[in-house]
């Protein structure tokens, strides 16, 4: 092992859980600026700390590049919340071969072990939760991303009720492009910037649409506008969930955030499930809204700034 290999961390293991080195590299797709897995070669970390994602696929996939990095006999530390994945990683760490010591501690699982001189099955759980073209629904994606080999019923139902739109926007939370690509479907659309805060959502939908119209940006719009400002449209179907837990302020993050970018008598369009009560948070931030249509759970909105 080289002995200026850097540390690793994945996502943001709780500090009281995991000792974690200062200078780790990030490495989690949901950091805007992380580094990527995939791109980093075989045997150049000296250690990883990670958050194990929750996802079955997902965690397979995290765990098997970061064994793939890391040289024979580094040490590798995985956790997870018991009831979102933590249950089953000593099973899943000792499928690719390592000696797991598991330990437990404010409801996580805890799972310490070093990279084996040989490690079983890498290549499947690589192939399985790396990006592809989902025939079903003509996009690529990759396990991970929001919804990601199907299209969410509420942006469906956001997609049917849109009118065309016109001049500059954005698509809060893009995922792999669904709505963006319905959206420049418009020929008065100027132009388009997708956003979303998943680095794979991002490459995702860079793949789906080839219009000179169209941009992306990795970034958390809980942190900031994002640069943008006096657009004509905001489209979103805002995320409610935040690591698996249901969080209301996200969605109304992405309110706030629209108001801020649109200029006076821009036009937000968003799809919400029912029981959210994004209606009095829009109050404060648009002249006027309106319910445009009910279905399936879902509400469809227009707010104008």
């Known amino acids: 092992m080289a002995e200026n290999n850097p540390a690793g961390l994945y996502g943001f293991p709780p500090a009281e859980l995991a000792d974690g080195a200062p200078s780790a590299i990030q490495f989690s797709p949901l950091v805007p600026g992380a580094q990527t897995l995939d791109e980093r070669d075989a045997g150049t970390l000296a250690s990883m700390v990670m958050l194990a994602p929750p996802g079955v696929t997902e965690r397979r996939y995290a ?45 996580h699982r805890i799972c310490v072990c070093e990279r084996p001189a040989a490690v079983g099955g ?68 100027t132009s388009l910037v997708s956003i979303d805060v998943d680095r794979r959502a991002i490459e995702a939908t860079k793949r789906n649409i080839d219009d000179p119209r169209a941009g992306t940006l990795w970034a958390d719009l809980r942190a900031g506008e994002a640069g943008l400002k006096d657009l004509d449209f905001v489209v979103m179907n805002p995320p409610f969930h935040d690591g698996g837990d249901e969080d209301k302020a996200l969605g109304q993050s992405f309110i706030r955030r629209a108001a801020e970018v649109l200029r006076p008598g821009g036009v937000c369009w968003l799809t919400a499930n029912r029981h959210l009560p994004y209606e009095n948070v829009l109050k404060p931030f648009f002249k006027r809204n309106a319910l445009k249509a009910e279905a399936s759970g879902y509400k469809i909105y227009e707010a104008v700034r």
């Open 63 to 107: 765990i098997a590049q970061a064994l793939r990095i890391l040289p024979p006999g580094a040490p590798l530390t995985a956790m997870a919340p018991k009831l979102k994945g933590g249950s089953r990683l000593r099973k899943e760490l000792e499928a690719f071969g390592c000696t797991v010591a598991e330990s437990a501690r404010r409801h």
């Open 122 to 189: 890498l290549d499947e759980a690589l192939a399985e939760g790396a990006p592809r073209f989902v025939e079903e629904i003509g996009f690529w994606s990759q396990p991970g991303v929001f919804s990601w080999d199907r299209v969410d019923p509420g942006t469906a139902l956001l997609v049917e009720h849109l009118p065309a739109q016109t001049g500059r926007g954005a698509d809060f939370g893009c995922g792999f492009g669904y709505l963006s690509r319905a959206v420049l479907a418009s020929p008065k659309v």
